[in-house]
């Protein structure tokens, strides 16, 4: 068994990497259904909110693939620490095994953090690719905590024209720290970050907009962005929680997510949307998925005139295996991170 660390993951996994893998296994799912198997997973949320602490949860979130070849146990363990921060810890910590089907033999112990953050973000690169403007130009970024790095990555990777970006974050000191770093560890990326101290000023001129955030109401209203403007709305993955408010939910053109059978219990924004009487929109007004992009069973106006575009993510084990099986294989292959003999 190859055990890797995060910051062997780091090294070898690229943010092309895992959009590559995600849009093959979505390739796979939609011409061979019965080679992905993902039951829906474990949520049990963990500690009572306190004056000391947050209520965190934990997720089990198993996942079986079969290649054409060979077929994979893929299996990431979560545990959801909102206090984290605090302690110069990622909000997310997680760890994903690897196993051969046919032997039962475990063959990669992977660090999940990084990858969690980078198959999130991949997600939102390839609904970006098929939902925003090609034009795009301007980028805000809302909520600056673990996941926003590589969502930004993400975004410059599949619109390299972008040169502009402005940053939110409710405090204005850790969208400083973000800016900082950003320029620091993506130096690849020649663009201008700015901090703005109102979400109002930094998605006015947004051409995509991406949200991570753990709000509990929507954070702006449709008049105040662009009306053409992509929005990644990856945070609120809780019933309770809400990021895009109803008003842009009800603007929306397209409305896609990554996991429709998930997002009926996982994505706030549009359940609490379908739950409101005052609200126009229904689950049954769901454009469709991610799945249905990639393999253009549905397609989406891109001119200047398609309208605001949404894409939700409330994550899938499957898009976990899909990376961290591409990371395994690697490792396998070129002898990477410690050998371990179980």
């Not at 947050?54 to 620490?81: R, T, W």
Request: proline fraction near 3%; glycine fraction near 6%; hydrophobic fraction near 40%.
């Amino acid at each position: 068994m190859q055990v890797l660390d995060i910051n062997t993951v780091k090294k070898q996994l690229t943010m092309s990497m895992a959009i590559n893998a995600i849009e093959d296994l979505l390739k796979i799912q939609s011409y061979h259904p019965a080679w992905v198997k993902t039951p829906e997973r474990l949520v049990i949320t963990t500690l009572k909110e306190s004056d000391t602490h947050g209520s965190g949860s934990h997720l089990s979130m198993p996942s079986v693939v079969f290649d054409g070849s060979n077929e994979y146990a893929v299996v990431k363990l979560v545990n959801i620490c909102p206090d984290n921060p605090k302690r110069d810890k990622p909000t997310t910590m997680a760890t994903i095994t690897v196993s051969d089907n046919e032997t039962g033999e475990m063959l990669a112990f992977l660090d999940g953090i990084y990858i969690t953050q980078v198959r999130t973000a991949a997600l939102s690169a390839i609904a970006t690719k098929h939902l925003a403007n090609p034009a795009s130009s301007v980028v805000a970024v809302i909520g600056t905590g673990g996941m926003a790095y590589e969502q930004l990555n993400a975004i410059l990777t599949v619109c390299p024209i972008i040169k502009q970006v402005y940053i939110w974050n409710r405090t204005l000191d850790k969208a400083q720290q973000f800016m900082d770093r950003f320029k620091k560890e993506y130096p690849q990326w020649q663009v201008d970050i700015r901090v703005c101290d109102t979400i109002a000023n930094a998605i006015k001129n947004a051409d995509i907009i991406n949200i991570a955030t753990r709000a509990t109401k929507g954070l702006f209203e449709a008049s105040e962005i662009k009306p053409d403007a992509h929005i990644n709305a990856v945070g609120a993955y809780q019933a309770t929680m809400k990021e895009v408010s109803n008003s842009v939910i009800e603007a929306s053109t397209s409305i896609i997510i990554d996991d429709a059978e998930g997002g009926l219990h996982e994505a706030g924004d549009l359940i609490q949307a379908n739950d409101n009487v005052d609200c126009t929109w229904t689950w049954d007004k769901l454009t469709g998925t991610l799945e249905d992009l990639v393999n253009k069973k549905i397609r989406v106006d891109l001119s200047q005139d398609k309208g605001i575009t949404l894409f939700k993510s409330v994550g899938s084990a499957r898009f976990d295996a899909a990376v961290a099986l591409t990371i395994a294989q690697k490792a396998k292959k070129e002898g990477l991170g410690q050998l371990v003999e179980l």
